[in-house]
């Protein structure tokens, strides 16, 4: 292309400045980085970048630049910094409406104020902005109780790469007028168009928390454990699941919200009926290797599996094949056949170099699988194809679910399939045809080419 | 229109057909020359082309709105919907699919040029995955059956609209449905995990894998809700909820609205989370009482239904805190339900509520706007301003936690020009709810109804960028045509890549959904076309 990025999208007026190698999304340094400050200049921007066919790639915070594969190209970062306004909170109503760039910790302060929440889990110390957990989609421990960001997204403006400004849904949370392009823009990852603003229902912060864990002697145990907390009417918040390498102890934790005194009587049915679901437990609250009660969260709560610079594996899956997916996971990570796989409790040979780590909500069957930096492509790419046979023989009738690499190093997302067979892929091609025609927004990123 | 038709138009060339007055597409006799190959599809029993046959299908819950197909078929598998699908894309004949028929926002209105795909064959429910908490359904099941086959296992289906006895799960998909606890519980949305879909391509396609994350776009969420007008469902995976430990339900009654609303305020302030609020107003249970006798307090000016479920432990202590907000809200009655029995009572007059208003007025229209909660009491003083201006009855019904509102103008259609009058008092109240920022539509649907309201709440760009979601499903134009949408997006060229497994984009230029003067592919039992 002929013309210099940065002063065709000068022109418009916006915040414009060149690209550094900082600015690389995925390893690919942008020419520009445009930052507009509403909805009407990110419109120019993206029009012009478009006459010009450059390709952008949306940012808010940059701390989930690194999921997917990198873009085909990126001609220009949009950078969402000053979409900055929450620009409604309805208190009353229990809804917000917030600008994509607002960092999600800003906001629950915000909304904290009036004793309400965005009842979306972001990890400790998490820059993220509102814009990108949408676009990513990501949720938490709570996705039990409260979904994800598209289960509280009620209304969305976004901006296409023709500069099409477009709202769905509104700011009331009973609204089923229209499509509803919130839900398609949820985990979109930036490739259907730039989101300015999002408008979502909220809830009041519970008054009291209850954590109970226990500590189960491996997967049979921990499967019975979640059943059991499933099988309640104790309403947990979140069923979360730990295990530091193959072999070691699986933890339990379970999540109870509420008014203090209810929380407490909960909180108690819940050990005991924990502690009942352990042979050989002796039932009494408090017993040595019983389930124990906390007010704050495990260490391990709601922390990512795998560090910055390492590979992160999602696993959806039905949430009682728990414990296959954690006997499959050792199987795959030790490279044995099943006629020699190792006896419970011994380090496997072999899982040394993917040393996995489990972790994820075992109340919904969505699990986190963090696996060594060092990690040989090689074997990251059987464990992944072993696990992903192991969860299409759970489906049944249905597809059965899916494991998706969310990151990697470069050496890892260069050669394996990132996500495996998508169901309808072909119409998610279609919608992004329809959306982004010239193929300009985060190209390449998602899958299956789009 | 006549369906029957001796003379056969060319299929698949879009060249108008004598029969059908310039309009292009095939035209209803098109359609009805289908019935061979649909016959061999499904079986001979199961194509209706007798006339007589065809009226029962003519219009939904919408009785206002009637369109008599030119065919109606009823599938029993995928398969089958598959097949039809791609008799009719072939053909260039537009089809519709129907449930139960309940739905209120004329959504199954069929078209007289079209096929019918009645799914009231197919409601089983295929699987009770308890230890995965879900259930797989055809979508011919009744919201309430799939909560009965849960029950024995603990569980049940979270959505539940008033007409869960008879209402189609596919329907509840079509129209995202939600029901008195979806204040609590959510809507359909939240609690279908996939979805099996028969699409205009005439494929099956898995949307959603039936687990709580699958990669890729949100087809499911953008499919649910979506009127029927991307593709036809074939198979539903629903996730099972617990049933709750405690429910705990009270009836308030109040001298006037406004102190029902007090109430609700309180309650919400409070931080507590009803499964259900509902309120009706003086008018309307006068009509509950004639229907059901409810026996709710005599002279009240409103009531409210107020229901708290969950572990025993919360539900106990909120309930008494909402009774005594009540209370202190100017309660003159209040009720609670001391077992199952008295809690269906308690709810028997509310239910009944639409179908009540028929012993006090010959006819009526009913709305579904929505406000956000604390614009309430505005926009119900204003709805009785209006009524007591134009000296149209209005009985109010709604779900006061989430502001959704179903006005009930009655009106008597034996009356010159009080259909209309009803209407434009509709209109206004809609234009009232979208003024205080709300929703032409909380649950209902668009469908046939509410299309030309849409240009009120969305701009021409928002209607337009919505439809971009309809070309990539429908480019044909073929599926539910005229629904939702005021003015069809023209989908334009769209190369025919086979992009995935099952999956082509088609290359068939879009079927255009406009009638030319005095032909309409709704015409109604009258004769008079329907502006849409």
């Known amino acids: 292309m002929a013309a210099d990025p940065v002063e065709v999208l000068s022109a418009t007026g916006a915040d414009v400045r060149k690209g550094r190698k900082a600015d690389a999304v995925a390893g690919v340094t942008p020419a520009a ?100 957990l949408v676009a990513t989609g990501m949720a938490g421990p709570r996705r039990l109780r409260y979904g994800a960001p598209r289960d509280l997204l009620i209304g969305i403006t976004v901006v296409l790469s023709d500069g099409t400004v477009a709202s769905s849904g509104g700011k009331v949370v009973k609204n089923v007028a229209g499509y509803d392009l919130g839900k398609l823009f949820a985990g979109s990852r930036g490739t259907l168009g730039l989101i300015a603003e999002a408008t979502f229902r909220l809830h009041p912060l519970p008054p009291e928390v209850s954590y109970v864990t226990l500590s189960c002697d491996g997967a049979a145990a921990a499967a019975e454990a979640v059943r059991t907390v499933m099988g309640t009417q104790l309403a947990p918040s979140a069923c979360e699941i730990a295990r530091p390498r193959p072999g070691a102890p699986v933890t339990v934790a379970v999540l109870l919200e509420g008014r203090p005194d209810a929380v407490a009587e909960r909180s108690a049915k819940m050990r005991a009926a924990l502690d009942g679901s352990i042979p050989g437990v002796p039932g009494a609250p408090g017993a040595p290797g019983g389930a124990a009660a906390a007010a704050v969260s495990p260490g391990w709560w709601n922390a990512p599996a795998a560090p910055a610079g390492g590979t992160l594996l999602q696993l959806s899956c039905p949430p009682g094949a728990l414990q296959a997916v954690l006997d499959a996971v050792d199987e795959a990570a030790s490279g044995a056949s099943p006629a020699a796989m190792p006896a419970r409790g011994r380090a496997a040979s072999g899982s040394a170099a993917l040393d996995p780590v489990v972790r994820g909500s075992a109340g919904t069957g969505v699990l986190a699988v963090g696996l060594a930096t060092g990690a040989p492509p090689a074997a990251v790419g ?6 992903r046979e192991l969860i299409a023989r759970q489906g049944g009738d249905l597809p059965g679910g899916s494991v998706t690499v969310v990151h990697a190093p470069p050496a890892v997302r260069d050669s394996v399939d990132l996500t495996g067979p998508i169901p309808a892929v072909g119409l998610m091609g279609a919608v992004k045809d329809q959306f982004d025609p010239g193929h300009l927004m985060a190209p390449g990123r998602l899958t299956g080419g789009i | 229109m006549t369906t029957g038709a001796t003379v056969n138009p060319p299929a698949s060339t879009g060249i108008p057909s004598a029969a059908t007055g310039g309009q292009t597409g095939a035209g209803p006799a098109a359609a009805a020359a289908l019935a061979p190959r649909l016959r061999e599809v499904v079986g001979a029993g199961n194509v209706i082309s007798d006339p007589r046959q065809l009226r029962t299908y003519e219009c939904d819950g919408l009785t206002s709105h009637r369109s008599v197909p030119a065919l109606a078929v009823l599938p029993d598998t995928a398969e089958q919907i598959a097949a039809i699908i791609r008799a009719c894309a072939e ?64 569980y049940f ?37 996939g979805l099996q879909v028969a699409t205009p391509s005439g494929d099956l396609e898995w949307i959603g894998d039936g687990t709580a994350a699958p990669p890729g776009y949100d087809l499911l969420g953008a499919f649910i809700g979506s009127e029927g007008t991307l593709g036809i469902v074939t198979k539903i995976v629903v996730r099972l909820t617990r049933v709750p430990e405690l429910v705990r339900t009270m009836l308030a009654a109040y001298p006037s609205m406004d102190g029902g609303g007090s109430a609700v305020s ?40 107020v229901e708290l479920d969950g572990p025993a432990a919360d539900v106990a202590y909120e309930f ?63 709805i009785a301003e209006m009524s007591e201006q134009s000296g149209i009855r209005v009985a109010n019904v709604f779900h006061a936690g989430d502001g959704n509102l179903h006005p009930l103008v009655l009106f008597d259609d ?36 509410k299309s030309a309201y849409m240009p009120k709440m969305f701009t021409a760009v928002d209607l337009d960028t919505m439809q971009r979601l309809r070309c990539a499903f429908d480019p044909g134009g073929l599926c539910n045509p005229g629904k939702v949408f005021p003015t069809p997006r023209l989908c334009g060229e769209v190369p025919g890549v086979r992009r995935g497994p099952g999956t082509t984009v088609s290359l068939s230029a879009p079927a255009d959904a406009t009638a030319a003067p005095g032909e309409h592919p709704f015409s109604t039992s009258s004769g008079e076309p329907e502006l849409f």
């Open chain 1, 33 to 132: 980085v445009a930052a507009p400050g509403s909805a009407e200049q990110a419109s120019a921007l993206l029009s012009a970048a478009s006459a010009h066919g450059l390709a952008m790639v949306p940012r808010g915070a940059g701390t989930k630049l690194d999921w997917g594969l990198p873009p085909r190209r990126c001609d220009v970062v949009l950078d969402t910094a000053k979409l900055d306004r929450i620009t409604e909170h309805a208190a009353g109503d229990l809804v917000v409406r917030v600008q994509a760039g607002v960092p999600v910790r800003r906001l629950q302060d915000e909304l904290g104020r009036a004793g309400q929440q965005l009842a979306l889990d972001t990890a400790d110390g998490d820059k993220a902005t509102i814009g990108g």
């Open chain 1, 382 to 387: 059987e464990f992944v194809t072993a696990l």
């Open chain 2, 91 to 154: 053909a260039r004949v537009p089809y519709v699919a129907r449930g139960s028929g309940t739905g209120l926002s004329g959504g199954a209105l069929p078209r007289a040029d079209g096929v019918l795909v009645v799914t009231s064959k197919m409601r089983r429910i295929l699987d009770v995955d308890v230890p995965n908490r879900r259930a797989i359904l055809e979508p011919g099941a009744t919201n309430l059956s799939v909560s009965k086959a849960a029950a024995p296992f603990g």
């Open chain 2, 157 to 193: 289906y979270a959505p539940d609209p008033s007409s869960q006895v008879v209402c189609s799960v596919g329907g509840n998909v079509a129209e995202n449905s939600g029901g008195a606890h979806c204040l609590k519980y959510g809507f359909t949305v939240n609690h279908v995990i």
């Open chain 2, 266 to 305: 309180k309650i919400i302030g409070a931080g507590i989370v009803p499964a259900a609020i509902e309120m009706m107003d003086a008018l309307a249970i006068q009509a509950a009482e004639k229907a059901v006798a409810c026996e709710y307090p005599p002279g009240a000016g409103a009531v409210l239904i």
């Open chain 2, 320 to 382: 008494d805190e909402a009774r005594r907000l009540c209370e202190e809200a100017g309660a003159t009655e209040i009720r609670v339900a001391d077992d199952p029995a008295e809690r269906a009572v308690i709810w028997s007059g509310r239910k009944s509520a639409f179908a009540a208003v028929g012993r006090i007025s010959p006819a009526y229209i009913v709305q579904d706007g929505v406000v956000p909660r604390t614009a309430l009491e505005e926009v119900l003083h204003a």
């Open chain 2, 414 to 449: 034996a009356e010159d020009t009080a259909e209309e009058r009803a209407e434009e008092l509709s209109g206004k109240i809609l234009d009232a709810c979208l003024a205080h920022g709300g929703s032409i539509t909380g649950e209902h649907g668009v469908g046939t109804d």
